[in-house]
Structure formats: C-alpha cells, structure tokens
C-alpha cells in the first residue's frame, strides 16, 4: 500500500481560496494560470512528504503539525505545509506562505 494523503479542512480552505486570491489580485491574468500555480504546491506535498529528509517542527509551531515542508514557489514566495504523519498516512494541516499576515506567528 502506498503513501495515502489526506488534506484538512483548513488547508483545502487556504488551496481553493488561494486560487480565487491569484486571480482576483491580478497575480495571474488567467485562473487557469492560478489554478496552475495551486496545483504545484500540490504535487510538490505528493512528491516529497514522504521524504525521509522532512524538517520537525519547533516545539512552539507543533500545533500546526509536528513536521513540515518547504517549497520555495519564487524568489519571493516560499510555502509551509505542517502535517502530521503515521504508518504510511499523511495529514496536511496547515500552509501558509511568508507573505500572510499571520506568518509573523511562526517567527
């Protein structure tokens, strides 16, 4: 059996909601292009979460997970998706980028 995913509510939230924000700040002219932009963070958690390399979480961020994952989107973007994991199963919890006003809780 393979590695299994499972998002939570709040990250499939921030996902869908990242789209509409792309598009609807005119980051992207096309949602296509935002849909796009989504989907790499997607497949860069599919790719790489079960990645024996992955970075535990400080004691003050394991309320968003007690692992996480970075993925540098752009020279100015980076995004941090917290999950927690266990025999093989993945749960995405949290991800936030640099530029979110709540990221300075992470600092």
Request: zero cysteines; aromatic letters at 16%; glycine letters at 4%.
């Amino acid at each position: 059996m393979g590695k299994v995913i499972i998002y939570s509510d709040l990250a499939l939230l921030t996902l869908n909601e990242l789209v509409d924000e792309l598009y609807d700040k005119e980051y992207f002219g096309f949602k296509e292009s935002a849909v796009d932009y989504t989907m790499k963070i997607v497949d860069f958690i599919e790719a790489r979460i079960d990645n024996p390399n992955i970075k535990l979480s400080k004691n003050k961020y394991k309320k968003y997970g007690r692992k996480y994952l970075k993925y540098k989107a752009n020279q100015r973007t980076t995004w941090y998706i917290f999950f927690d994991d266990k025999d093989g199963k993945f749960l995405v919890n949290y991800i936030i980028n640099n530029h979110s006003h709540t990221f300075s809780e992470l600092l």
